[in-house]
């Protein structure tokens, strides 16, 4: 309920004033339904359309005396008039609410979509680490579409409960012990159904509990698309969907099953009701034909209300552990929130270092529960426009320790400096962030055309300054033949791109940024020697000029480093000169050589 009332401020907040406009709008609009349906047969009675003892019903006989009192004749055409006047009005003004209504949701929606976007692009790196994507498209998609749905729900049960305290006033009005004995029914039966309440929120509970695991299934299975086809995998992927399918279903039909005996007990109770009344009024009461017509207009206006409500109780259960499971997200996200107010690449201040990045002492672990450090007692120097290696096993923790340079993690113990200073300021980690180039050892690109996809970093750049780009990453030439060039739309994820021409354009896209970092994590593994050569002829020309960290497992690529870091189980085993650590013949550096020389024909070994 805690989730619900913290969504309901945020509806508030987001909707001012309107949401009070539309409150008022639904006092109206239910105040003359209510006139207009209680007073038509009551008015007929007065112009005497009707055998009604107007007489027996004091609001009417009040309204007789003012009617005579401004000397007004009650005829059939006027009063019909006036009923077509009120009804008319009313739908109309209902028309204006239902519109207003889609406003204040849809705004509410937005805000609330925008919030949780933003507060996941801002969240830390570390907060990724710790979930599951498919965990966000389910908030973002499922969650996101149930609080929605949960929070009209509200406003339609608030315009309800509205428009029954109105109807109830008015058929008080018109008859203060039915309308009790009605009130009283209604009371009775909701206590009643809590249960139905107890079991919805049930069910709403595996509601998130599937389809959070039919989001993480779909898009770990499409994801793996090509391990499935090549292992013919279908089978056993067909018969989980089936499965989790089924239970689905299973439980949208025990919501409509919980929902509709809610439903059939209250129409049920009705019929009871009414014969009851009936009963009471005709044998025992005797009352007047007039007062039995209002019986049944009052008990026929308010019962369905009544059920109304109930059934938005139900739904409104159902959907509220969306509202809980977006919320916890929501604050997750806030809590390890970073880089507060950064704009789009480029932007804001960058740092050109003078000194280096340095990690003093550093250790670091992904899981803190576990003894297992994916860094430890790292001290390590990367000079700022030298060219530092860092080689190693897999698994060594050359990547993490990447991470932990760029401000993405930060160390358990020990300090990670720029310049000296100790990298903890938002200020520093944004400048820092901003003055990066970094190509991932998995490359990400957009379905987007390859324009939009390195304008991406540089928005501004022109066409000369992309080519350039490309020239550096050795993708001229293939760019060139593409039948649309720069223009050309390069599938999702770069899907219409081999695995060597997608780095290269990812490193062309980190070198249009002009950083005064280039950090690249693997970001030749996929290209034959020949592209390999001019990359690392690019590299060359760029050294002195900014500060370039590699990580590569082949070894020719760092040939030309001024420092290589060797990584051993989360610990740097040795840290020199290329030359000085190949020719250290018990180092593990010069292991590596030559488990790779063994590799590579002879011609090919570095040196
Ligand atoms: N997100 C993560 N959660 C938990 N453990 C992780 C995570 N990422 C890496 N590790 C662990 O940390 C250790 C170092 O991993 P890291 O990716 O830094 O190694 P690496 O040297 O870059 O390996 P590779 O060359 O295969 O990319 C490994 O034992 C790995 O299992």
Redesign the pocket.
């Known amino acids: 309920m805690k989730d619900l009332f913290h969504y309901v401020h945020k509806l508030r907040k987001a909707s001012g004033w309107r949401l009070y406009m539309n409150m008022a709008m639904t006092i109206a609009i239910s105040s003359l339904d209510g006139i207009g349906i209680y007073l038509i047969v009551p008015l007929l009675g007065i112009i005497g359309a009707l055998q009604i003892d107007t007489d027996a019903i004091s609001l009417l006989s009040g309204l007789e005396t003012f009617a005579e009192g401004l000397s007004i004749e009650l005829s059939l055409p006027l009063v019909l008039g006036l009923y077509v006047l009120i009804v008319g009005g009313q739908a109309l003004l209902q028309r204006f609410q239902t519109v207003q209504n889609t406003r204040i949701l849809q705004r509410y929606v937005r805000t609330l979509r925008m919030e949780m976007y933003g507060g996941l692009l801002r969240a830390k790196w570390e907060f990724f ?1 710790r979930k599951r994507k498919s965990d966000f498209h389910h908030v973002m998609v499922n969650e996101l579409g149930r609080v929605s749905y949960g929070t009209s729900l509200l406003l339609q049960m608030a315009t309800g409960i509205l428009f029954t305290v109105i109807q109830i006033g008015l058929a008080f009005f018109l008859s203060p012990l039915l309308t009790l004995v009605v009130i009283g029914s209604g009371a009775l039966l909701a206590v009643f159904s809590r249960k139905f309440v107890r079991k919805a929120g049930r069910i709403g509970d595996k509601t998130t509990e599937l389809s959070q695991s039919f989001m993480a299934g779909i898009s770990d299975h499409f994801n793996g698309i090509k391990d499935i086809k090549s292992n013919r995998l279908e089978n056993s992927h067909l018969s989980w969907f089936d499965n989790l399918s089924r239970e689905l279903e299973s439980n949208v039909v025990g919501f409509i099953k919980v929902n509709s005996l809610s439903q059939f007990t209250y129409k049920a109770a009705s019929i009871v009701l009414i014969a009851g009344f009936v009963y009471l009024a005709l044998e025992v009461l005797h009352t007047p034909a007039e007062q039995l017509l209002l019986i049944v207009l009052i008990f026929s206006r308010l019962w369905p209300r009544f059920i109304g409500i109930q059934s938005n109780i139900e739904q409104l259960a159902s959907s509220l552990p969306a509202f809980k499971a977006m919320r916890k997200l929501q604050e997750e996200a806030d809590r390890d929130r970073e880089l507060e107010g950064s704009g789009s690449p480029g932007e804001g201040e960058r740092c050109l270092p003078v000194d280096g990045i340095e990690c003093r002492r550093v250790y670091y672990r ?2 803190t529960s576990e003894p ?1 450090y ?1 860094l430890r007692d790292i001290n390590v120097k990367i000079p700022a426009n030298r060219m530092t290696a860092i080689v ?12 932990m340079l760029m401000g993405l993690i930060k160390p358990e113990r020990g300090e990670v400096l720029l310049d000296g200073a100790v990298l903890s300021e938002e200020r520093q980690l944004r400048s820092l962030r901003s003055s990066i180039g970094y190509v991932a ?1 998995d490359p990400f690109l957009f379905n987007a055309s390859l324009r939009d996809n390195l304008k991406l970093v540089a928005p501004q750049a022109k066409d000369d300054e992309l080519w350039e780009a490309l020239k550096f990453s050795a993708s001229e030439k293939f760019v060139r033949k593409l039948p649309q060039g720069l223009d050309t739309v390069i599938g999702d994820r770069g899907i219409r791109l081999s695995g060597g021409e997608r780095q290269r354009i990812v490193l062309a896209r980190a070198i249009l940024k002009r950083p005064s970092i280039l950090v690249l ?2 970001a030749t593994s996929a290209l034959d020697s020949e592209n390999e050569r001019l990359i690392q002829e690019a590299l060359e020309r760029l050294k002195g000029k900014l500060t370039i960290i590699v ?1 590569a ?1 082949r070894l020719s690529t760092i040939r030309h480093a001024d420092q290589v870091i060797v ?1 051993d189980q ?1 610990e740097i085993i040795q840290q020199g000169g290329y030359q000085q650590l190949s020719q250290e013949t018990k180092g593990k550096f010069r292991q590596l050589l030559n488990y790779q020389s063994e590799a590579v024909p002879a011609g090919d070994e570095m040196a």
């Open positions: 680490l992904y899981d297992a994916a190693g096993k897999s698994g060594a923790g050359k990547s993490t320790l990447i991470d050892q994590d693997e990580i497992h990584m989360g």
